[in-house]
């Protein structure tokens, strides 16, 4: 179709960011515009799709090159290698299947155009192959971790457009039988009217049934951080010390989001300190720490892209005990951002964490100052004991004399 004849190549143009980096990336954009046009409307000049094809190929192989380039060593390099190589062979055959198809075009030989079309059908197979290929060692070697979210809207949006179809056919058909029994064939042309407006009302509840089950099946793990975490920081809150919560916090926000690296810092009277951390050592936190100007927004979350330790920092705001701390996130494995689904479960889950830190704390203040009291009594007790010993002694002496 058309729609794939031009996002297919322009996905290549713009990979892996999504942007046209380097600006005259965006040459591209009326080579892919000219050639695609002339395939459909203007089918007496196929050179022209041809050379504007053949351009556009060349332009992409040479951005992708150079962004490759440009990345640094390390996993992302790995993941986008793989991508790109298949996005660049996806191209190439494309080449090849253009210089066939010119061939074929300048050809009279019966035998030799049954041999080029064979050969043209092999070499668009092969590009399919190899664009899918790249991407699926991508995707499963190094794991594209925006892969989950786009793969559920993918999935919400398809199977949705398909039920309303389906709604709609059937509604009309069932309206356009039942009333040409009772009404006659004047209802027919009221059926299609009717059948839509029952079809854009159950849009709404159809979204909703169709996102939940995306989720459940493609996001299971920032479900289960959505749905688990506050639960059980209800449950440890009253029977923990803060330190230890805040390392089963960050253990739970690894699984679901797969941060690289993450740290719990708590504000207290004595200033902030570290609470924990995961994957990073607290010396380097606190060195982090030092550069670091904490933001004055405590709904919404801290986000510079281009720090490569801590991108992204999530504000502890309790009720009644103001900012408690911060949770502090490295990029996933690849280098990547956070999406906006795993943005707002990070959001959502700040309430109960910053809550459970606060009540954590005061009872551990509680139980600190309880066991110094009890201490101090105990040495006061054993004190006056040890008096009263004292006095016997004295009291029996004098006696004796």
């Given at each position: 179709s058309m729609a794939a004849s031009f996002a297919i190549p322009l996905a290549a143009l713009t990979f892996p960011s999504g942007r046209f980096e380097p600006r005259w990336s965006l040459w591209g954009l009326p080579l892919l515009v000219v050639g695609i046009s002339s395939r459909y409307w203007a089918r007496g000049l196929p050179a022209v799709e041809q050379i504007s094809l053949v351009v556009f190929a060349l332009l992409t192989i040479a951005v992708i090159a150079k962004r490759y380039s440009l990345l640094p060593q390390g996993v992302q390099r790995q993941q986008v290698k793989w991508a790109a190589l298949g996005f660049v062979l996806f191209l190439l055959l494309l080449l090849v299947s253009l210089a066939l198809q010119l061939a074929d075009q300048r050809t009279t030989d019966n035998g030799l155009h049954f041999f080029l079309l064979i050969a043209f059908s092999i070499v668009e197979a092969l590009a399919v192959?190899?664009?899918?290929?790249?991407?699926?060692?991508?995707?499963?070697?190094?794991?594209?971790?925006?892969?989950?979210?786009?793969?559920s809207r993918s999935a919400v949006y398809a199977a949705l457009t398909l039920s309303l179809i389906a709604i709609f056919a059937a509604t009309e058909k069932f309206i356009e039988i039942m009333g040409e029994?009772?009404?006659?064939?004047?209802?027919?042309?009221?059926s299609g009217v009717i059948a839509a407006g029952f079809a854009a009302v159950m849009i709404a509840p159809l979204h909703a049934r169709m996102s939940?089950?995306?989720?459940?099946?493609?996001q299971r793990n920032l479900i289960r951080l959505?749905?688990?975490?506050?639960?059980?920081?209800?449950?440890?809150?009253?029977?923990?010390?803060?330190?230890?919560?805040?390392?089963?916090?960050?253990?739970?926000?690894a699984g679901g989001v797969r941060s690289s690296r993450s740290a719990l810092i708590g504000v207290g009277a004595e200033g902030p300190a570290v609470l924990a951390s995961l994957d990073v050592a607290a010396e380097e936190v606190r060195s982090w720490m030092a550069d670091w100007s904490p933001s004055s927004?405590?709904?919404?979350?801290?986000?510079?892209?281009?720090?490569?330790?801590?991108?992204?920092?999530?504000?502890?705001?309790?009720?009644?005990?103001?900012?408690?701390?911060?949770?502090l996130l490295g990029p996933r494995p690849d280098g990547s951002f956070y999406g906006k689904d795993e943005r707002e479960a990070l959001l959502e889950i700040a309430d109960c964490v910053a809550r459970g830190i606060s009540v954590a704390r005061r009872r551990a203040e509680r139980e600190t100052a309880h066991s110094r009291a009890t201490e101090l009594l105990t040495r006061r007790v054993s004190a006056l004991e040890s008096m009263v010993k004292r006095l016997r002694g004295s009291g029996a002496t004098a006696a004796a004399t």
């Open positions: 192959l190899a664009l899918v290929g790249g991407l699926l060692v991508s995707l499963l070697r190094y794991r594209l971790y925006d892969a989950d979210a786009a793969i029994q009772y009404f006659g064939s004047a209802i027919g042309s009221a939940n089950w995306a989720e459940r099946r493609f959505r749905r688990d975490l506050p639960l059980l920081v209800g449950d440890l809150r009253e029977t923990v010390s803060p330190e230890r919560l805040a390392d089963i916090v960050l253990e739970k926000i927004r405590h709904d919404a979350l801290d986000c510079a892209r281009d720090d490569m330790l801590f991108p992204i920092r999530i504000p502890l705001h309790a009720e009644g005990a103001g900012t408690v701390g911060w949770i």
